[in-house]
């Protein structure tokens, strides 16, 4: 983390002129002011308000005023219009400025560019929702910081200087944010405060402050990409057990010697070679001494050094993308997860984001439920023999699949021809996806088969939105995740607009061109008419496979 206060390096020589001329500017002032019947408050380097009136004695003023400032005022409330931005040395990263947002000894903290401003966005208002706010938020561009003190997230300067795209995970420059954490979390530790640091891909679900608070002897508690249950309570998991890398996007800090020493050496570790991925190299330090369980204590274990002691927090509850999306493991057992961190995915950010989009987790702008040419969903048929009968191989399961993305296809289709967007179908699957070999679903986890896949499990989220030349690629067709319709946000006008469409045998007596566009009941369209319909009915009359496949069609 870059240094955001240069002034501070500056020759003490011109410390001392410089001091000397504001001192004298500050005794004219003095006299200045003096010779008035009213005081006005001092202006200082951040927005102020004032709660109390105007009053002519000065130290009535200062006994009764309480001032507020972009980092103790409530989180959500943007600066007063008209106030200047203020100077770069307002947001730099002081123990003052972690006074103040801290609760309890405890601060939380997420940090990253412009390119995840809305996952920044979801991640504070999850906490503050559960009534969280002694949190900050890292800006590592100028962008990001301006934008998120306007919507009056509290935020600090990196420093970093960093680009606003999404940089992707594994490039150079996604490493270089790793080191960033590091040295950040170096900062902090001096300071003298807890710190849960959060990666910005991660949301939580409950107030996670009281869990951590169980493990005061804990130097550190760090989540994991176990899949396995080591434990079927809320218990830490079984440090003995646990197989999976500790993974850092999720961990609990406590500003003791121990926790100090590896900060310090993660930190010279990763400067000293930009090719170290930070993980690793956590893992590393953390294994260089492990194994003697901590006496009265036995789910802490001593690590790093001998002395630092470690917690591993529950997968189960302190969810990865794999033990949240695929297995549930959280409903399984019957447990309240607090929190889930977009791993085990295949889209990069798009498909962390539409994963916390399929969860209802997201939070999105209002013109996001809002689509010019309206919405077109479809209820899936699928047999009964492909999706549950016989043994879960690789030609059941792409069977399954295929048979799944040939509807999409044609739904896709249809929703080009109308110029909507598509609301996607819940996905089934029988075995998992990994990047490395498996024999379906990994041995002693909780998948259950067949289970509800993330679309990014069987579709290139990320190709499908992107601006692909339309001369070879055709129209890009806009879509949503399978929860859309069923998302609390989606507004009142866009549910009551909702039509069912459903296809019926033309020689059924009920089934009758003539029983209109009633929205309590669907419209009634025969299979085989040959009457023109308008451009949905054409539509359909092209394509049999939609007769086949579609039990119903749901225009929004």
């Not at 001091?19 to 019947?37: K, T």
């Not at 801290?102 to 560019?113: H, K, L, P, S, Y």
């Not at 559960?130 to 890292?138: A, C, F």
Request: glycine share 6%; aromatic share 12%.
């Amino acid at each position: 983390m870059a240094p955001c206060c240069p002034a501070e390096s500056t020759k003490p020589v011109f410390i001392g002129i410089f001091g000397a001329i504001v001192g004298g500017f500050a005794v004219s002032a003095v006299f200045f002011l003096l010779s008035f019947s009213s005081i006005t408050a001092p202006a200082l380097p951040f927005p102020v308000v004032t709660t109390t009136t105007t009053t002519t004695n000065l130290s009535a003023l200062s006994n009764t005023a309480q001032l507020e400032t972009m980092y103790n005022r409530p989180i959500w409330k943007p600066p007063a219009r008209g106030l200047r931005m203020p100077s770069p040395r307002a947001f730099c990263l002081t123990r003052d400025m972690v006074r103040a947002r801290a609760r309890d000894g405890v601060i939380v903290i997420t940090f990253g560019n412009y390119a995840f401003m809305d996952f920044i966005l979801t991640w504070v208002h999850h906490l503050t929702g559960l009534g969280v706010d002694n949190l900050l938020v890292g800006a590592m561009d100028t962008k990001l910081l301006r934008e998120l003190y306007l919507t009056g997230v509290p935020v600090f300067d990196m420093g970093s200087r960093m680009v606003t795209e999404d940089v992707g995970w594994g490039s150079p420059t996604f490493h270089k944010m790793g080191r960033e954490k590091v040295l950040l979390i170096n900062e902090l530790l001096p300071f003298g405060y807890e710190l849960l640091m959060c990666d910005t891909d991660m949301v939580w679900l409950k107030n996670p402050l009281p869990y951590l608070a169980r493990y005061p002897s804990a130097d550190l508690l760090t989540s994991s990409d176990q899949v396995v249950p080591t434990v079927t309570d809320d218990s830490l998991e079984n440090w003995r057990e646990v197989t999976g890398a500790y993974n850092i996007g999720i961990f609990h800090w406590r500003p003791t010697e121990p926790a100090k020493r590896l900060a310090k050496e993660w930190k010279d570790l990763v400067i000293s070679d930009d090719k170290i991925w930070d993980q690793n190299a956590f893992n590393d330090l953390i294994h260089k001494v492990f194994g003697q369980p901590v006496q009265g204590e036995d789910e802490l274990v001593y690590s790093y050094d001998g002395k630092l002691k470690l917690g591993v927090l529950p997968a189960s509850i302190f969810c990865s993308g794999h033990t949240y999306f695929v297995q549930g493991m959280h409903q399984q057992l019957r447990l309240e997860p607090y929190a889930v961190h977009t791993t085990f995915q295949y889209a990069g950010t798009e498909g962390k984001r539409h994963r916390l989009r399929e969860a209802m987790l997201f939070l999105d702008q209002p013109s996001y439920y809002d689509s010019p040419g309206g919405f077109l969903s479809f209820r899936p048929n699928i047999p009964k023999r492909m999706l549950l009968d016989g043994a879960h191989t690789i030609e059941s399961h792409f069977a399954l699949v295929n048979y799944q993305m040939k509807q999409i296809r044609t739904a896709l289709a249809m929703a080009s021809l109308l110029k909507r967007t598509l609301v996607m179908p819940p996905l089934w699957c029988r075995l998992d996806r990994m990047w490395f070999g498996h024999p379906g679903v990994m041995e002693g986890t909780m998948t259950r088969q067949p289970f509800l896949c993330p679309m990014d499990h069987v579709f290139e989220v990320h190709v499908m939105l992107k601006d692909l030349p339309e001369e070879e690629f055709g129209p890009r067709i806009d879509f949503r995740e399978y929860t859309f319709l069923e998302n609390p946000s989606l507004p009142k006008q866009v549910k009551d607009s909702f039509l069912e469409v459903r296809l019926c045998n033309e020689h059924s007596t009920r089934c009758s061109t003539a029983n209109g566009t009633n929205k309590h009941r669907a419209l009634l369209l025969p299979r085989n008419s040959t009457e023109q319909m308008g451009l949905i009915k054409s539509f359909l009359l092209k394509d049999p496979l939609f007769f086949a496949a579609f039990g119903c069609l749901f225009i929004v």
